[in-house]
């Protein structure tokens, strides 16, 4: 497909949902344009945080009667997205596929077209993390048949923002939900949050990413607000990841990771980059930057292993491994603590990995930050 100036606009109106969530109506109707269709759907789905449940339509549809469709056709939607989690992230399943019959004879889509005008849709998921069943769906109207090859395409140029934008929605939403102002929202977070513009100056950080900074242990601030590393090589390299999370069009998981030895510690600090726009202006017209996550894996309150026997099948064994090497735990010190040898350790850590789907330390407590999101959950405030 040849990327049009329609299509790089498109994506900063994406992530401007992270930071504006009544921009989701007009973003999805853009989508649906861009796709050949009458409207589309994003739906959110948490098994940790129920809270985070919920969707966001196109202006096609009426939201009393979406809700009332939702009320008919609940038990057949949730058959239909646990058959698209059958199939990898940003594959377009019709709904023929999805609803195991044919589009004719889904009582849905028979609903869809009375009350909506359309009829055909195609759906397709937008994480493969297995607490989260992300999708996005795409409608078409009667007179047409299901997503053509070039609409796939093209909406393959978008999909892979939509779930970096849901990934970062998620903490700010379940915060959102639990508090109201920003700036108090940010310091419930249990990790440090930093929002830069593009040369990599703090605009805005909560009160542990302060503390962090102030203690100079491998990170700090410099006197013109400057997000800086203890090393060259780590500052040309966060330098780097700033630069791809505030241009979307560079964005990718392997460049907006990094981590930072500290001058004390064992474990080092784990940094990830998002892109944040702000069309809106709150932050400054046209404002485009990153929002920088640092995370102690050392720092007990933070990282938290709870569920994860229950999410991925792990034995008894397995579970307390998992819990003292997502509390930044060696291999040795494990066998110490639990009483057996290193080598009956690497084992239970390899099958752990497996079950998982890691392959270090630190994607596991990436993995545990994911289940247990770093947040007070606690409704006092602080004085």
Not at 238 to 265: E, Y
Not at 311 to 340: H, M, S, W, Y
Request: glycine residues 4%; aromatic residues 8%.
């Amino acid at each position: 497909m040849q990327v049009s100036k329609a299509h790089l606009d498109f994506i900063p109106r994406i992530y401007n949902t992270v930071v504006n969530s009544d921009a989701w109506v007009e973003t999805l109707n853009e989508f649906a344009y861009h796709c050949g269709a009458s409207a589309s759907t994003v739906i959110f789905a948490d098994r940790v945080n129920p809270e985070l449940v919920g969707q966001h339509i196109s202006t096609l549809f009426n939201v009393d009667e979406f809700e009332d469709y939702k009320s008919k056709f609940s038990t057949n939607i949730a058959e239909a997205v646990s058959h698209l989690m059958e199939f990898s992230v940003h594959t377009w399943v019709p709904d023929e596929i999805g609803f195991r019959r044919k589009a004719e004879e889904i009582p849905a889509n028979i609903y869809m077209a009375e009350h909506f005008g359309v009829f055909r849709r195609t759906a397709a998921r937008l994480n493969n993390t297995p607490i989260w069943t992300d999708c996005i769906c795409v409608n078409y109207d009667k007179q047409r048949d299901n997503m053509s090859l070039e609409e796939d395409n093209i909406s393959q140029f978008f999909l892979p923002h939509f779930s970096k934008c849901v990934e970062l929605n998620r903490p700010f939403q379940l915060l959102k939900k639990r508090f109201n102002a920003i700036l108090s929202v940010l310091d419930k977070l249990r990790i440090g949050v930093c929002i830069l513009n593009t040369d990599g100056n703090i605009l805005i950080s909560n009160q542990r990413a302060e503390a962090i900074l102030d203690a100079g242990n491998g990170l700090s601030q410099s006197k013109s607000g400057k997000l800086l590393t203890n090393t060259p090589t780590g500052q040309d390299h966060l330098n780097q990841i700033i630069t791809t999370a505030s241009d979307p069009m560079a964005i990718s998981d392997s460049t907006a990771k990094m981590t930072v030895a500290k001058r004390k510690g064992h474990l080092p600090w784990l940094l990830e980059a998002f892109p944040v726009s702000d069309l809106e202006g709150s932050i400054d017209s046209a404002f485009s930057g990153a929002v920088i996550f640092i995370i102690d894996p050392e720092q007990r309150d933070v990282v938290s292993a709870e569920g994860m026997q229950l999410l991925f099948g792990l034995t008894d064994a397995e579970n307390e491994v998992c819990k003292l090497l997502a509390q930044g735990q060696k291999i040795e010190d494990i066998g110490e603590a639990r009483n057996v040898s290193p080598v009956t350790v690497k084992r239970q850590v390899s099958n752990l990995f497996t079950k998982t789907d890691t392959n270090s330390q630190t994607d596991l407590i990436r993995l545990a930050l994911k289940v247990n999101l770093p947040v007070d959950r606690s409704d006092k405030q602080e004085d």
